[in-house]
């Protein structure tokens, strides 16, 4: 055993052993005080970074959540100012309904005028007052706006809100008016030229490039509703908000009266064949109504008959063509605006036979007289066209110019043109033609206005949906950076009490370790 005075060793050992568990409890002292187990970057440089990344993801997910709610609380006041047009929208619509019904008489007509220019001038002031902290929400200057979500640079969603102005509200229309071609002569139909027949590739009519008429096979009609039907069955217009419609009403500009067929002895035939739709006029027709005369006698053919006839024969035949008599006139109309052709062949009349057949006795401008000369006549009624879109589109066409392609002003609408806007400002329900023209144009605003509403909505139901989700993300970063930051209160207090037994004990023994040189005294007695 060695015992010296100059250094002690055990008290120095003991000395530095208190000092690092003095260190430790200390440590151990100020995680407890503070809550955190990482005090500095010295106590887990990597743990520290990654605590670090995760506060600031948790913070911004916070704050992508503010600008969330924000943005919600603009849309919703956006929505609220779109469901007040739409409900005035809809006030007109049934004002104009009630408008194109002709038992009004033209005071009640202006008294719906001026309600529904009443109901324009609030949309317009919805439309243009409505805002956010003095952002407008409604008037079109809402474009490409950026809510941005989420914690990372990029991750925004971008809003647009069209303009639901009056003036910018309506429809982009093109009309087809239909023309009445007719002639007399020694032809018919399938030998007659012009612009209601579709007679070769070169002749169609084109939406937005898309071909919606076109050449088929012989001499075909020009038809408005299978233009109507190929408009609304195209996914890609009717994706564009373009849809059309068609109809066909002739009234004719003489009374009819009678017509009678007569015989100087020999048998005389009187054929009024009726092609309806896009129909093939070289084939046969869709039904013939035919009135015979022979030895001398003759054949009276009334309105009543005629429109009796007609109409069996097209039930007939399934053909949509029906029959009236309206103020002593026919009227000729068609179920889904398909074209009337009708073809009067006259045979077996000798010269000077008397028999004579007035075309304008069965179509509006319709005119020329079948009789023992000119013994062939045909009358071609093109229906009215309605084409309307949301938005703004090109119509091309050729070679069919009897559709009569006009704007609601009565221009001409040349090949190539693009439709013009028919905006509510617009709307005249003083007559019945003013007031259907209005139902369908109200109906196209109301389906962009409904769109829109869609639109807004499932931005708001796209933000909520996000914003639960950042929600709980920012719950679990925020628990993944406690896990890394904070301290653990019961283990960290099973370590402070172990760092202060461990305190007192290396006290007592370092009181031990300076006693030893003591025995050395021993020595020297």
């Known amino acids: 055993m060695a015992l010296r005075i100059n250094f002690n060793y055990q008290a120095a050992a003991s000395h530095t052993a208190l000092i690092n568990t003095e260190r430790s409890m200390n440590k151990s002292l100020l995680r407890l005080s503070t809550g955190y187990r990482i005090l500095s970057a010295a106590d887990d440089a990597a743990g520290l970074f990654i605590a670090d990344q995760l506060s600031l993801v948790g913070s911004a997910l916070e704050q992508g959540n503010r600008n969330i709610q924000t943005g919600i609380s603009a849309l919703q006041i956006a929505e609220g100012g779109i469901a007040q047009i739409y409900d005035k929208l809809k006030t007109m619509y049934t004002k104009a309904q009630s408008a194109a019904n002709d038992i009004n008489d033209p005071n009640a007509r202006s008294a719906l005028q001026a309600d529904i220019r009443n109901l324009i001038d609030a949309i317009q002031k919805v439309a243009t007052d409505t805002e956010y902290n003095g952002i407008k929400l409604l008037d079109g200057t809402f474009k490409n706006k950026v809510i941005h979500y989420g914690a990372r640079s990029e991750q925004t969603i971008s809003v647009n809100i069209s303009s639901v102005k009056a003036t910018d509200l309506g429809a982009y229309v093109v009309l087809g008016k239909g023309k009445t071609i007719s002639s007399s002569g020694t032809g018919g139909l399938s030998s007659a030229t012009g612009n209601f027949l579709v007679t070769a590739n070169t002749e169609y009519v084109k939406i937005e490039g898309i071909t919606v008429l076109s050449y088929g096979s012989g001499k075909e009609l020009i038809d408005a509703a299978t233009v109507a039907s190929n408009i609304n069955s195209n996914s890609t217009l009717r994706d564009l908000g373009i849809t059309a419609s068609a109809k066909n009403v002739s009234k004719a500009d003489t009374t009819f009266g009678t017509i009678t067929v007569e015989s100087t002895g020999n048998t005389v035939t009187l054929e009024i064949s009726f092609y309806v739709g896009n129909k093939n006029v070289q084939g046969a027709a869709d039904f013939t109504l035919t009135y015979t005369a022979d030895n001398g006698n003759s054949t009276t ?25 309206e103020d002593g006139k026919l009227v000729l109309e068609t179920e889904n605006g398909e074209t009337i052709g009708i073809k009067v062949y006259l045979s077996g009349a000798g010269a000077n036979n008397n028999t004579q057949i007035d075309l304008s006795k069965f179509a509006e401008n319709a005119s020329g007289t079948v009789d023992d000369t000119n013994n062939k006549g045909w009358i071609v009624k093109v229906g009215e066209l309605s084409i309307l879109g949301e938005n703004s589109y090109t119509i091309d066409y050729n070679g069919v110019d009897d559709f009569n392609f006009q704007d609601v002003s009565g221009n001409t609408i040349t090949s190539g043109s693009t439709a013009s806007l028919f905006n509510l400002y617009s709307i005249d329900v003083t007559d019945n033609q003013g007031a259907e023209l209005a139902m369908k144009v109200i109906d196209v605003a109301i389906k962009k206005v409904d769109s829109l509403r869609a639109d807004v909505g499932s931005i708001m139901l796209n933000l909520q949906a996000i914003q639960d989700y950042q ?8 628990e993944a950076e406690n896990v890394i930051r904070n301290v653990d209160f019961a283990k960290e207090m099973i370590e402070f009490t172990k760092q202060q037994v461990r305190m007192q004990a290396s006290m007592a023994m370092l009181a031990q370790a300076n006693a030893l040189p003591q025995m050395v005294l021993q020595l020297l007695r």
């Open 471 to 478: 929600k709980v993300a920012q719950d679990n970063t925020n």
């Open 301 to 325: 053919i009334t309105l009543d008959q005629i429109v009796t006839d007609i109409n069996t024969q097209a039930s007939a035949n399934g053909t949509n063509i029906t029959a009236r008599a």
